[in-house]
């Protein structure tokens, strides 16, 4: 647990905001944070990055940045990168684990070369490919822009009668698309805060996935904490996502979701770098549940940056 004098920090500036499809998350997000290190008597400002960065950061001289930003532009290493150009330490993952984790098709590229388990995939450039995918994984399948978060343009595709309009609605994103071989089973997320998996929680949706309304809007997902499993599968599926983790050179703090399936198997899905930190999210839930109250895990979030 760290302990740390607010002064130390210098002058923080959460990021937050931005251009992506998860502008609102982020604006939530970046709230959330700055009014907890504001609580905390740290020195913080926000800084949406949606325009004039650089000038911002300037204005305010900013030691360190907490990166509050979801998807594209904020999650992907492009502003990882600048920062880096700029010689101002930020939180979580770097510039490359950023990029790739951001890529869900070499994400599952880098796990499928370790032997890491990961749903059977492809990267489709029609929806005929999809097609042709459904004949060797069966229905239901998922398509998912593989470029997005938050669960923006997903599809959880039945028949044939639904591919076209899913491979649209994943395209449509601007993104390239990524098909995946559909689980079922049971859905877990496991928060990695500073080399720890934290406990982990049972999503139990009311929609037939954890889609953006379920993460964002509505209140009928349940969140099981404790998961449901037993002592020794949650250390295996713990060890499984910090392996899975650190595989993508993550480091700082992030979650891994896993799918598990009728057979007990687990599964690795995707790896969020900058996970939701608004009412809804899961890091902070987990933090919570072992013992570290949304304060402090904003605080071991900060105290972790590499100066």
Known sequence: MANNHP???????????????????????????????????IDVVKIDSKENLIGQLNTHAVDVAFIA?????????????????YGLPYTGSGVKAS????????????WQGLGLPTPAFILAESSDDLSAFSTQVGYPMMVKPALEGSSIGISKVKDSSAVQGAYDAAYNTGSPVLAEQFVTGKEFTIA????????VIQLKPANEFYDYDAKYIQDDTEYLLPCGLSPEKELEVQALALKAYESVGCKGWGRVDVMQDENENFWLIEVNTVPGMTDHSLVPMAAKAAGIDFQQLVIEILAAVER
């Open 99 to 110: 990029a790739i984790c951001m890529d869900k098709w070499r994400t599952k590229l880098i």
């Open 7 to 41: 002064h130390q920090f210098g002058k923080v500036a959460v990021l937050l905001g931005g251009n992506s499809a998860e502008r609102a998350v982020s604006l939530n997000s970046g709230n959330a944070v700055f009014e907890a290190l504001k609580a905390q008597g």
């Open 69 to 85: 930003l979801h998807g594209v532009g904020g999650e992907d290493g492009t502003i990882q990168g600048l920062l880096e150009f």
């Open 192 to 199: 990695i805060l500073n080399g720890k998996a934290l406990p």
